[in-house]
C-alpha cells in the first residue's frame, strides 16, 4: 500500500518517524521546471523540529537529497525522488509503551490492523515527522504557484484561548501577509503571539499540551478551479488537510459562523471593479459549487492538543489484558500549531497544483 495524494501531479511520502530515512516521490511534474533547492531548504526548515523553548529538542538538520528525475537543475520528465535521514531519534523512549497505547494516538487501531507489527516509535508511519519529505513536494508546488500569480499565506489565528488579530475575509491583500512568513512565531499581532507562547509554555512546565486554529489564504487563483461534487476544491483540500496528524476540523469562509446568519447576510453580491468580477463580501471564502471565484481562497484549520504529555494517564495492557497507568517519556511539542502551519500550507499548495493540472489550468495552457 502506498501513501499517495493527487492525480495528475502525484505524491508519495514513504517512511516511518524513526527509520534510517524517509521520502517522497513526485510523479507527474512536467519536464523543464526550474527546482529550487534553496527554496526547498527554506520550507524545511519553517517546520523542522528543535528550535526553539516551545516546541520538541529533537534536532533534526532535516538535510536532503534529490536523487532522480532532476538533471542540471531541471525536472526531466521523470519522478523526483526527495530523501530525508532520521539521525536524532530516541527508539528506547517508546520501550514502555509497546503493549500500552497512548491516549489520543493511533497506537490501539494500528495494533489491531496491523496484528501488532506497527512500528510504535515516533508514531511511525503515522506521525508529524512525514510531513519533513512532504514539504519537498510542498516547495516546489509553491514555486510554481507563485510563477502562476498564486500565493498561499497564512498565520496562527488561536492557541488555546489567545486570540490574534481578526481579519475582515472580505478585504484582504497579500501585502498584509508576506512578510509573517519570515516571523519565528507567525501571527498579525505580536503581543498576541507573545500571550500564545506563553500559554504554551505554561502548558509544558504543568506537563500538558494546548492547541489552536490555523488560517490559510490563497491570493490569485483563476476562476474554476476545482471539479463538480467529489473533486471540489474544498473536498480536494479537506481530504488532503485532514492526512496532517492533530487536524481535527476545517471550514471555509465564515464557516459554521454562516448558520447565525440570514441568507441576505451570508449572500456576496456581484460587482465590476475594472472590468474584473469581485463580490462586495466573501462569506463564501472564495469557493462556491466547488469551484473557485476569483476571491481569495480562505479556510480555517482546528489543531488538536498534542497528544503526547508527560502526566500519567490511564490507559490498558494489550498483553495482560489489564488497566494500567502510563507515563510517557520522551521530547514532544507542546504545541503542534506552529510546526503545522507549514504542513498545512504544503499540502494546500500540493492539492491546487494537482486541481490546475486536472483541470487544464496549468501544464497544457
Not at 508576506?178 to 507562547?197: C, H, Q, T
Not at 476545482?226 to 481530504?239: F, H, Q, R, T, W
Amino acid at each position: 500500500m502506498s501513501y499517495s495524494l493527487g492525480d495528475k501531479f502525484k505524491v508519495t511520502v514513504f517512511g516511518q518517524s524513526h527509520s534510517q530515512e524517509m521520502g517522497v516521490v513526485i510523479d507527474g511534474l512536467p519536464a523543464g521546471i526550474f527546482i529550487d533547492k534553496s527554496f526547498i531548504k527554506e520550507e524545511l526548515n519553517r517546520r523542522r523540529p528543535g528550535k526553539n523553548a516551545y516546541s520538541t529538542s529533537r534536532n533534526e538538520k532535516d538535510e536532503f537529497k534529490l536523487v532522480s528525475g532532476i538533471v542540471d537543475g531541471y525536472s526531466c520528465g521523470a519522478p523526483i525522488c526527495g530523501i530525508i535521514e532520521n539521525n536524532d531519534n530516541r527508539s528506547k523512549d517508546y520501550s514502555n509503551i509497546k503493549d500500552s497505547p497512548r491516549p489520543s494516538h493511533a497506537d490501539y487501531p494500528a495494533f489491531e490492523k496491523y496484528n501488532g507489527y506497527n512500528d510504535i516509535r515516533g508514531g511511525g508511519q503515522f506521525s508529524g515527522r512525514l510531513t519533513a519529505p512532504l514539504t519537498i513536494a510542498g516547495a516546489i508546488s509553491k514555486d510554481i504557484l507563485k510563477k502562476e500569480n498564486i500565493f498561499i499565506a497564512s498565520h496562527i489565528k488561536s492557541i488555546y484561548n489567545i486570540n490574534d488579530k481578526k481579519i475582515d475575509i472580505s478585504k484582504l491583500e497579500y501585502n498584509d501577509f508576506k512578510n509573517i512568513r519570515e516571523k519565528s512565531f507567525p501571527v498579525l499581532n505580536d503581543n498576541a503571539g507573545i500571550e500564545m507562547i506563553k500559554v504554551i509554555e505554561d502548558a509544558k512546565n504543568n506537563n500538558d499540551s494546548v492547541g489552536g486554529v490555523i488560517e490559510i489564504i490563497v491570493f490569485g487563483l483563476p476562476v474554476g478551479v476545482g471539479e463538480p461534487l467529489y473533486d471540489s476544491i474544498e473536498s480536494k483540500i479537506s481530504a488532503a488537510v485532514f492526512s496532517i496528524p492533530g487536524v481535527r476540523g476545517i471550514q471555509f469562509g465564515m464557516g459554521f459562523e454562516a448558520t447565525k446568519m440570514f441568507g441576505s447576510e451570508h449572500n456576496d453580491e456581484y460587482y465590476y471593479d475594472n472590468g474584473k468580477v469581485k463580490t462586495k463580501t466573501n462569506n463564501h471564502g472564495g469557493a462556491i459549487g466547488g469551484l473557485s471565484t476569483g476571491m481569495p481562497l480562505v479556510f480555517q484549520v482546528a489543531i488538536k492538543p498534542t497528544s503526547s504529555i508527560a502526566k500519567i494517564q490511564n490507559t490498558i495492557n494489550l498483553k495482560e489484558k489489564n488497566d494500567t497507568k502510563l507515563e510517557i517519556v520522551g521530547r514532544h511539542d507542546p504545541c503542534i500549531v506552529p510546526r503545522a502551519l507549514p504542513a498545512i500550507e504544503t499540502i494546500t499548495a500540493i492539492t491546487l497544483l494537482d486541481l490546475m493540472m486536472l483541470g487544464d489550468f496549468y501544464g497544457t495552457r
